[in-house]
């Protein structure tokens, strides 16, 4: 069965990109715009990782870690990705369990690379 | 109380009236300054960042394209589907210097002090320059800087700085030339450290030693200039080191290269 991938992120624009880049690379896809709907499509389809946008309209993306935790529902692993690569936001991410931090935008290859490697 | 006195009392009085008013007056006009300002940086700060976003779907979309995910392209398709990625991506680096720039320009920044080796990071701003430098057969080399002890700063901004100033040197030298750093101890008990950036590019005249720095500013603005950019590099670099309490200026000479310097205390972010 092929592995789930979750895009949390606001932008239509940024979505469709990334929800063609990983069926063409095999991978079911599923997306959500907002804390509040990575929460609920996380728990009813658990994802095996999640792309996480920092900046979500509702607030911090790293609250959906933090709901999802409490509701048992973690992914494998998730990669936060953020526009700006200051090393405090850097750390914050990985404190709140962020497997890696990716700085937007990223390269599709690297992407594909990182992703293949935390699923592997 | 004399009649003189009393005139010049009421005289008086009304100039400092007329003082306070104008006080008010100027007060007033200070604040809106500022409110101005800080919308104009907020505006700034939205736009890059809403501009950001579409530009990122772009360049993925080229990339999916040019990576043949979507079916094999010949060779014109896949020659112009990279001009698109490059050409996202050349807009992109640009976006994000004006939002650096409004990030440092802000009272929104702070020193994020650590202690690293400040020629490991040359060594690596070199690597990310490399590409860039072997296009046009400039060498970037360090000349010393082995023995230097670590130093505390914030990382993440000398590295902004070295990148602005390297980056620049590269862009303004012609085709087989060269680009260096150094680094020497100065100061009283050699507490600063020096660092060199140098070029054997075109060089600057002295009367644009200060003008380099200014946010916005080319030597050469015109439309058709050779070399486009923000003009916010040496800006954003100038104020980085002044976080610092360093300073940063240039040396050159039109025709034969250009030395930037600056100085960083060491120890500067600890308190």
Redesign the interface.
Known sequence: MPSRILIVED?P??T???S??FR??GYDVDVAGSVAQAVEVATTRPADLILLDISLPDGDGLEVLEQLRERNALPRATLAMT??????SRQKCLDAGCAEVLL??V???ELLRRIEHHLA | MSMTQQVSDAALIKRLNALETKARDTQRTIDELRARDALKTQFLSNIS?DL??????I???A??LR?G??GELNQKQRDSVTGIVNGGQQL?DMIDEI?TYVRSASDQVNL?G?EFSIAELVDQVRLLNQPLAAKKQITIDRLNGDDLPPIYAD??KIKHTLGNLIGNAIKFTPDGGRVWISFSRRGKDEGELLVEVGDTGRGIARDHYELVFREFAQVDASPSRPHHGTGLGLAIARRFIELHRGTIWVESELGKGSRFFFTLPLNVARE
């Not at chain 1, 526009?83 to 405090?88: E, F, L, W, Y």
């Not at chain 2, 950001?52 to 779907?57: G, W």
């Open positions: 932008s624009l940024v469709d990109a990334f063609i880049l063409e690379s526009g700006h690569g200051d090393s405090r937007k935008p390269a599709i290859s | 960042h950001r976003t579409p530009l990122a779907a360049i993925t979309h990339e999916i990576d995910m979507l992109l939002l994020a650590s990382r993440d």
